[in-house]
């Protein structure tokens, strides 16, 4: 077998700095697209009104950027949130499709330089 060099960032770190804030940022993008206000946005999300202005004003989750194939994915997904509840079930469903179609995996390529040919998360 052979010998690879292993992550310095585990998958979940990706996942909680990289993954979730941009699946919130194509929320809140999608959700304004349906002509949500920002107060909307918030509320249906959970999140502050701040934090809403930051992910539509692109101040934060600006370091990676999701594939077309994800943001279409997700702006269809946004189309079903009518409260906390439902985002955070929809948040879930969007992970796992970034998981499975191994997007984690380009991500973290992107955020850790010199990490190719990883497959530690489908072994």
């Given at each position: 077998?052979?010998?690879?060099?292993?992550?310095?960032?585990?998958?979940q770190?990706i996942?909680?700095?990289?993954?979730?804030?941009?699946?919130r940022?194509?929320?809140?993008?999608?959700?304004?697209?349906?002509?949500?206000?920002?107060k909307?946005?918030?509320?249906?999300?959970?999140?502050?009104?701040?934090?809403?202005?930051?992910?539509?004003?692109?101040?934060?989750?600006?370091?990676?950027?999701?594939?077309?194939d994800?943001?279409?994915?997700?702006?269809?997904?946004?189309?079903?949130?009518?409260?906390?509840?439902?985002?955070?079930?929809?948040?879930?469903?969007?992970?796992?499709?970034?998981?499975?179609?191994?997007t984690?995996?380009?991500?973290?390529?992107?955020?850790?330089?010199?990490?190719?040919?990883?497959?530690?998360?489908?072994?």
């Amino acid at each position: 077998m052979k010998k690879m060099n292993l992550p310095l960032k585990h998958p979940q770190e990706i996942e909680v700095w990289y993954v979730l804030p941009a699946i919130r940022k194509e929320l809140a993008l999608a959700l304004k697209a349906q002509g949500k206000s920002q107060k909307d946005i918030a509320q249906l999300l959970g999140l502050s009104e701040a934090a809403v202005s930051q992910y539509l004003s692109k101040k934060r989750a600006m370091e990676i950027s999701l594939p077309e194939d994800v943001r279409a994915f997700i702006a269809k997904k946004a189309e079903k949130i009518s409260g906390p509840h439902y985002a955070y079930t929809i948040i879930q469903v969007i992970h796992a499709y970034i998981k499975e179609s191994k997007t984690l995996c380009q991500m973290h390529q992107r955020v850790e330089p010199g990490l190719e040919e990883c497959t530690l998360c489908y072994e």
